[in-house]
């Protein structure tokens, strides 16, 4: 699961991981907006398991963390 503390501007339709940089972008479905690109790197343990992944659910939480939005989403992985 990934976790924003913003509500997304459009609905999320893909998140891609980028194996080679260890970064995410979380594609949107209104193409008036960028793709988002999450400024986190992902920790080398953790690239088998989203390596395998097929699906992550993104969920957007308010100050209080209760869920404001969220999306069952394909997790595309790219690169070696």
């Not at 999320?12 to 260890?22: I, L």
């Not at 209104?30 to 659910?57: H, K, M, N, T, W």
Request: hydrophobic share 50%; aromatic share 8%; net charge negative.
């Amino acid at each position: 699961m990934l976790k924003s503390l913003e509500n997304f501007p459009s609905e999320v339709t893909r998140v891609e991981f980028f194996v080679d940089t260890r970064l995410l972008v979380i594609g949107l479905a209104d193409l008036d907006f960028d793709s988002q690109l999450l400024e986190v790197e992902v920790d080398e343990q953790l690239i088998p398991s989203l390596r395998a992944a097929g699906r992550v659910f993104v969920v957007a939480v308010d100050a209080e963390d209760k869920p404001q939005q969220g999306f069952d989403v394909p997790l595309i992985s790219i690169g070696v």
